[in-house]
């Protein structure tokens, strides 16, 4: 199973492409989540994430969710999650085993090596965020960012190789809630495909993998999966 942003709509959560809300409504995510958009405005993209991570603490996982974490747990390695979201809420639904292409907002990570030390950050220490700026290293200034994969950033290779290898060895591929338009994920589809799979894709509207489906079920996740999963 390879899900996007819409399987979390049904929690409350804004998929990627819908307008962006109130005070990002002049920004488009592709000009935020970037390193260059980091380091041009950190306070602006830290706040980015800040308020999506604070929006998330109120949201649960939907039934898709949760149809996919019983399903892995009445089947046991009969199912690969792989996920292009990064709000957690596959995980906490129970699915075991996530391969979370694109990281997860919950955790940080520092911007560069030490400047001081001269070797990987781990001796920067957090000093306290001030107001409108990310939390950054008392001793070098190293900034914190969150430990997502920012656009023109590598994707973690163990989770796209385990996906890559889970798409060339399943005989069904469930794509879920994306638009296909980001890569290399959304090339997951057609690998899929070329290895003999079925490519049933789950979407309300069209999108740009349905090219490589055999079915389309058109239609919201939390009500497609329980139906489709539930065996
Ligand atoms: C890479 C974390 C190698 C951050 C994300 C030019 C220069 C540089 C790179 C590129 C380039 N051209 C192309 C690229 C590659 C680029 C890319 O794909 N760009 C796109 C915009 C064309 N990819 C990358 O940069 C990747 N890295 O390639 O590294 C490299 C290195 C250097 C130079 C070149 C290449 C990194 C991509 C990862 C980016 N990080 N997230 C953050 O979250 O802030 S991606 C981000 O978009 C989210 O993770 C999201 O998951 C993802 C994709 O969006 P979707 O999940 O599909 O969501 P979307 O809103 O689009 O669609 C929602 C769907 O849900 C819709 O279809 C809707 O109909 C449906 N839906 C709505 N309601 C429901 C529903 N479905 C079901 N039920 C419902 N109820």
Same mark, same amino acid.
């Given at each position: 199973?390879?899900?996007?942003?819409?399987?979390?709509?049904?929690?409350?959560?804004?998929?990627?492409?819908?307008?962006?809300?109130?005070?990002?409504?002049?920004?488009?995510?592709?000009?935020?989540?970037?390193?260059?958009?980091?380091?041009?405005?950190?306070?602006?993209?830290?706040?980015?994430?800040?308020?999506?991570?604070?929006?998330?603490?109120?949201?649960?996982?939907?039934?898709?969710?949760?149809?996919?974490?019983?399903?892995?747990?009445?089947?046991?390695?009969?199912?690969?999650?792989?996920?292009?979201?990064?709000?957690?809420?596959?995980?906490?639904?129970?699915?075991?085993?996530?391969?979370?292409?694109?990281?997860?907002?919950? /955790? &940080?990570?520092?911007?560069?090596?030490? $400047?001081? @030390?001269?070797?990987? !950050?781990?001796? =920067?220490? %957090?000093? *306290?965020?001030?107001?409108?700026?990310?939390?950054?290293?008392?001793?070098?200034?190293?900034?914190?960012?969150?430990?997502?994969?920012?656009?023109? /950033? &590598?994707?973690?290779?163990?989770?796209? $190789?385990? @996906?890559?290898?889970? !798409?060339?060895? =399943?005989? %069904?591929? *469930?794509?879920?809630?994306?638009?296909?338009?980001?890569?290399?994920?959304?090339?997951?589809?057609?690998?899929?495909?070329?290895?003999?799979?079925?490519?049933?894709?789950?979407?309300?509207?069209?999108?740009?993998?349905?090219?490589? !489906?055999?079915?389309?079920?058109?239609?919201?996740?939390?009500?497609?999966?329980?139906?489709?999963?539930?065996?």
């Amino acid at each position: 199973v390879l899900t996007g942003a819409g399987v979390s709509a049904e929690s409350g959560v804004p998929t990627f492409r819908d307008a962006q809300s109130g005070l990002w409504a002049r920004f488009r995510p592709e000009d935020l989540a970037t390193e260059a958009a980091f380091r041009a405005h950190p306070q602006r993209v830290w706040d980015w994430y800040a308020e999506r991570r604070e929006k998330l603490q109120r949201v649960q996982p939907n039934a898709g969710h949760v149809a996919v974490a019983e399903f892995q747990s009445r089947h046991p390695d009969r199912l690969t999650l792989i996920t292009q979201n990064v709000d957690g809420l596959h995980q906490a639904a129970g699915s075991p085993g996530v391969l979370a292409l694109h990281g997860n907002l919950y /955790e &940080d990570a520092w911007l560069d090596p030490c $400047a001081l @030390a001269r070797r990987p !950050a781990d001796a =920067c220490a %957090v000093t *306290l965020a001030q107001p409108g700026h990310p939390p950054s290293c008392a001793q070098c200034g190293n900034l914190l960012r969150p430990a997502v994969v920012w656009f023109g /950033e &590598d994707l973690p290779q163990p989770a796209l $190789a385990a @996906a890559q290898a889970a !798409a060339q060895g =399943c005989q %069904v591929m *469930l794509v879920v809630g994306t638009s296909g338009e980001v890569w290399p994920a959304a090339g997951l589809a057609g690998l899929a495909r070329r290895a003999g799979a079925k490519v049933v894709v789950l979407n309300p509207e069209a999108t740009a993998l349905d090219g490589e !489906a055999h079915a389309l079920l058109r239609g919201p996740s939390a009500q497609l999966l329980p139906r489709l999963l539930d065996f």
